[in-house]
């Protein structure tokens, strides 16, 4: 058995988005049976608690609901998700002890919620910046799904910490003209046209107690939580194990043969697969070197020289000609323009 994810497995509760993403956009307006159409979700699915779907079928549903032209629809739909009293992961990390303790759980069973998505953390000076990767091609979705994850997140620090002030968002997205509306939902500072989706945690929230904290209970919501992973195992997607086994190789950098090596497949089989997910081998490398090149400018003042060996160039210029072909700059400019205000 291979460990890519399956776009075919039924992997998602009907009850864990799909169901509250239909409620809403009916609310605004959408009629069940065209949100429906093009998906293999039944009407009479939706009243089963134990009925799933396919992601491609999620992708669909946010599809339709984005005709909907409702730029709030992925904040109503975190605070949905998030307060959803039959959602063990959710009602698990409102009652965990602190952020750490919350994340942790949550990146431990995301599977269960929010599948498409994986995170990295990284440390920057006094914060933490949790960035979401996607974990298969997401199309179009990917940005309303990454504005889903962090406002999910946003929220769960305002409801528990009763701050969010001190937290900062950096999206991919060009600055939109509902910019208002980000920093209204989220109560922090909103930074646009960045090089990730990330959210910038303060060290001092991170182990700061959680207003609802309940160790009893944390532990039945997590029990019931590994109950629910023999229905629902973890499905890690093919896109997420690629970028950690480059990522995991710098300054080597990998071979699409080593990366199939080590996933367990034939060459061809990866690069059909990556064919499946509208990527190939060498743009996911060059996506994971970016991202590194970023990371490294944020956290410190490095040379080209000092990059070019980080990520596995044999000189300067074949660093710069890179960096320049993946930015549209070379990474004097880029430095000027990373320094962001903490």
């Known amino acids: ?23 809403l956009a009916q609310r605004r307006g959408g009629q069940l049976h065209k949100l429906l159409s093009g998906t ?7 009243m089963n608690p134990q009925s799933r779907c396919h992601h491609r079928d999620w992708l669909k549903l946010l599809s339709h609901c984005q005709q909907l032209q409702s730029p709030e629809l992925p904040f109503l739909l975190a605070d949905s998700v998030l307060n959803h009293r039959n959602i063990a992961l959710c009602q698990s990390i409102a009652v965990a002890a602190n952020l750490a303790q919350s994340l942790k759980q949550l990146c ?7 599948p498409a998505l994986y995170p990295k953390i990284k440390r920057i000076d006094n914060k933490l910046m949790l960035s979401f990767k996607p974990a298969i ?17 946003v929220k769960l620090i305002r409801q528990q910490l009763a701050d969010s002030s001190q937290l900062h968002v950096l999206l991919k997205q060009a600055t939109p003209a509902n ?24 060290l001092a929230y991170w182990h700061q107690s959680f207003a609802d904290s309940n160790p009893h209970r944390f532990q039945q919501y997590r029990q019931a939580c590994y109950q629910l992973n023999q229905r629902l195992p ?24 080593d990366a199939a090596a080590l996933l367990g497949l034939s060459c061809s089989s990866l690069k059909r697969l990556l064919q499946q997910h509208n990527t190939n081998f060498a743009a996911i490398a060059d996506e994971v070197r970016r991202d590194k090149a970023h990371l490294l ?22 660093f710069r000609r890179a960096f320049k072909r993946w930015t549209g700059m070379l990474p004097s400019s880029a430095k000027a323009l990373t320094p962001i205000s903490f």
């Open 40 to 46: 293999s979700i039944f009407e009479q699915d939706l």
């Open 108 to 114: 431990y069973f995301r599977h269960q919620l929010l």
């Open 234 to 257: 973890a499905q890690r997607g093919l896109l997420e194990h690629l970028q950690r086994q480059i990522d995991r190789a710098l300054p080597r950098q990998l071979g699409i043969e």
């Open 297 to 318: 400018l944020l956290q410190g003042n490095y040379s080209n020289r000092q990059l070019a060996e980080q990520l596995g160039y044999s000189d300067e210029h074949n």
């Open 1 to 23: 058995m291979t460990t890519h994810f399956s776009f075919t497995d039924k992997n998602l509760l009907l009850r864990h988005g799909p169901t509250a993403v239909l409620q």
């Open 179 to 202: 910019e208002q509306l980000f920093k209204a939902h989220w109560q922090c500072q909103v930074s646009f046209n960045q090089q990730f989706d990330a959210i910038l945690i303060p």
């Open 137 to 153: 091609a997401l199309g179009v979705q990917q940005h309303f799904i990454s504005i889903l994850a962090i406002s999910f997140l």
